[in-house]
């Protein structure tokens, strides 16, 4: 079989589109004009009325944005051009103060000019009658009663500072020592052994605070302080008068030297 035989023994409706068409067609003449058509025109007219008024409303918004915008700047300078003119006039007022002092110090006299040198005095010539001898005339004073007036306040002033230097106590060096002394054992009497050391005394020296510190197999050395002055006594004097008390001094050491 055919295909054109086959469409022809099918039972298929071919003109329903068309059929369709005329039936609403037909109803639409029976029930009125479509509201969903007027519906949509009428919407479409409100919105095209509506776009004026939206933009009349946005033109509005955007001058009265624009006039807010202009006036915030406007007081904004004014500000500014307040401050500017406060600042000159106050530059105004400083330049007049300054102008003034300026008047002032050039009507005074100058007060700081010292003459460098004092002039000689001139000694008053009187002349005789018939004298007209110019060798005989001395003007100016003598350069040599000038040098030694000089000389004479000069020595002066040199003795002046001499005995207010002399015046003044002089100052001692002093020192600060501190003193390792190690006994011979731990059986050393340690007490007996500072106050062998306290006994030492000279000019310029003072004892000070002492301790014992631990050396090891229960031994202890002495480590004592003291002061002294330095022209007067040294480290080698304390050694050697410390290590005379051979029975309880073994040695005798510097742990520290410090001026005062």
């Not at 918004?61 to 051009?81: K, T």
């Not at 110090?105 to 040198?117: F, H």
Request: aromatic share 4%; with cysteine; charged share 30%.
């Amino acid at each position: 079989m055919s295909g054109l035989e086959c469409l022809a023994a099918e039972n298929i409706w071919f003109d329903k589109n068309r059929y369709d068409e005329a039936e609403r067609r037909f109803y639409e003449g029976v029930n009125g004009p479509c509201t969903q058509s007027h519906q949509q025109v009428k919407t479409a007219l409100q919105q095209a009325k509506g776009r004026p008024q939206k933009r009349q409303h946005r033109n509005s918004s955007s001058h009265a944005g624009g006039d807010q915008e202009l006036i915030s700047r406007m007081r904004s300078l004014e500000l500014e051009n307040q401050s500017l003119h406060q600042v000159v006039e106050e530059m105004r007022a400083a330049l007049q103060k300054l102008e003034s002092r300026v008047a002032v110090l050039e009507r005074s006299p100058s007060t700081g000019a010292v003459p460098c040198a004092k002039a000689a005095p001139v000694q008053q010539v009187k002349v005789e009658n018939g004298g007209d001898d110019d060798d005989d005339l001395d003007l100016f004073g003598s350069d040599e009663e000038e040098d030694a007036e000089a000389a004479r306040i000069r020595q002066e002033r040199l003795d002046a500072y001499a005995a207010k230097k002399a015046k003044k106590p002089a100052l001692i060096a002093k020192s600060s020592i501190l003193l390792d002394v190690k006994p011979w054992d731990d059986e050393t009497d340690m007490a007996k052994l500072e106050e062998c050391v306290r006994s030492v005394q000279a000019d310029g020296l003072l004892w000070g605070a002492s301790k014992l510190v631990p050396v090891g197999y229960g031994i202890k050395k002495l480590q004592i302080n003291c002061v002294v002055e330095d022209d007067k006594v040294g480290t080698d004097m304390l050694e050697e008068e410390i290590i005379k008390f051979e029975d309880y001094v073994q040695s005798v050491d510097v742990a520290a030297f410090n001026k005062i």
